[in-house]
């Protein structure tokens, strides 16, 4: 029989989640409802399926709940033309060169959800280098990494709408302005946008990763994954039976 006096409780968790209040037993913001959800097996299995039947997912993370909006969702989520928008964004080749962006910020930190490579945070250039190394190597070896004709057009785009990028912006005399001018423009628009989904903060042109992002990426990795993660893991089983060659 279902307790009415964990309902209660369920609710008030939930609610607090959809509303993007925090709650964390590290911080104390709202620990009474981080305690409830795992202490009490009922008000985690009725959160769980609050948040289910919205299509949405909980993240437990380093003693805090984190709630994301699942694969396409209409009401949490975005649609390609709503993020588009939100970026300042105007085709979709320039959304999915955000997308190879975002990636490489993740694998900047993650390889996979086990392994965690401790950098405390990264700045623009690194990832620069990261994503015109990995383009590079992607083109490569296009022959074995696409699935169709299509896939193959896509990032032979993807890769040349990067190279046709300067680095930097001549407009960018005062530091890098977000945009779509430059290489480095991109990079800071996509980190603008991922600091204010409260998955960055940045401080002297360094961004360090919240608790929030590591949730997300370790969620990714062990979760959703995608295609991206499908291509990294065949280029790094190619090198590895190269160097095993050698």
Not at 85 to 104: H, Q, S, T
């Amino acid at each position: 029989m279902l307790n009415n006096k964990n309902l209660a409780k369920a609710m008030e968790v939930f609610q607090a989640l959809i509303i993007g209040e925090e709650i964390s037993l590290e911080t104390g913001k709202n620990a009474d409802y981080y305690e409830a959800y795992s202490n009490n097996a009922e008000v985690n299995d009725l959160v769980e399926q609050m948040a289910k039947g919205m299509n949405l997912k909980i993240y437990d993370y380093n003693y805090s709940l984190f709630l994301t909006a699942g694969d396409h969702n209409r009401v949490f989520g975005y649609t390609n033309e709503e993020l588009k928008r939100a970026m300042g964004l105007r085709l979709n080749k320039e959304l999915y060169l955000c997308y190879f962006i975002i990636y490489n910020i993740m694998v900047s930190f993650y390889s996979d959800s086990a392994t965690y490579t401790y950098t405390e945070y990264v700045r623009i250039e690194e990832i620069l280098e990261a994503i015109s190394r990995n383009l590079t190597n992607m083109i490569r070896n296009i022959n074995i990494l696409v699935r169709n004709e299509l896939e193959e057009s896509s990032f032979e785009t993807l890769a040349l709408t990067w190279d046709e990028l300067p680095v930097v912006s001549s407009e960018d005399t005062n530091g890098i302005r977000a945009g779509r001018g430059s290489k480095s423009g991109y990079v800071k628009l996509v980190f603008n946008f991922l600091i204010l989904q409260n998955v960055f903060v940045e401080a002297q042109e360094k961004y360090y990763p919240t608790n929030r992002f590591h949730a997300m990426v370790k969620n990714y990795f062990e979760e959703e994954r995608g295609r991206l993660y499908e291509m990294q893991q065949q280029l790094e089983e190619k090198e590895g039976q190269e160097d095993a060659t050698h």
